[in-house]
């Protein structure tokens, strides 16, 4: 373990590497994945990254692992339906990937996005992550009885709403969100009157 004069001691290991990074990417995009600003960020030496790291692609490919599996295994778990709970499996997907509480990782999400533009390594892994999305949120729909295209096109229009509803912070234009918000999930859910 290393730490500067005054810091806590942090147990460094590659998921401690890993994690900062994630962390630096949310609040500073891309340009923080720089070792030496995670290892400024971590109160350590740069010459300890190179006890966990071959080099700065290898913590890259690790960071966007990270990500992919993180994202994925909770896209699964918040689509993850018994039997007749599936219309309630949708609501609770819309409502938590639209809820305030995402705001960690909204920019985490955005700063990959970004990085993706320029990295073809990171696109491909977002397209991964998309893709997922779309076939979870698409057999959910199917569940409750919607032929397989409009399925399909509620799907991404389930994730359209959520990250343009997260990006444009609604609240401040709609007089009564929550009744907004409710009237939105019950049309991408296909459960409006």
């Known amino acids: 373990m290393e730490t500067s004069p005054g810091q806590k001691p942090l147990p460094l290991d590659r998921n401690t590497w890993i994690k900062g990074a994630l962390t630096a990417l949310g609040d500073q995009g891309p ?3 720089r070792v030496e600003v995670l290892a400024k960020r971590l109160h350590v030496t740069k010459g300890s990254f190179y006890w966990h790291f071959r080099d700065r692609r290898d913590l890259l490919n690790a960071v966007l692992d990270e990500w992919k599996d ?4 909770d896209i699964r778990k918040q689509t993850t339906a018994a039997a007749g709970g599936e219309r309630a499996a949708l609501r609770h997907t819309i409502e938590v990937y639209s809820a305030s509480r995402n705001r960690k990782g909204l920019p985490i999400e955005l700063a990959v ?13 977002v397209e991964e992550v998309d893709a997922e999305r779309l076939l979870c949120a698409e057999r959910l729909f199917q569940l409750v009885g919607m032929p397989a295209g409009q399925a399909k096109a509620r799907s991404i229009l389930l994730y359209a709403y959520v990250f343009g509803f997260s990006l444009m912070r609604c609240d401040r234009f709609a007089g009564d969100i929550d009744a907004a918000k409710d009237w939105i999930v019950d049309a991408v859910a296909g459960t409006t009157p």
Request: net charge positive; proline share 0%; no cysteine.
């Open 70 to 73: 993180g994202r994925i295994h």
């Open 31 to 33: 340009a923080g994945l």
């Open 113 to 125: 996005r970004e990085w993706a533009r320029h990295d073809a390594r990171a696109a491909a892994v």
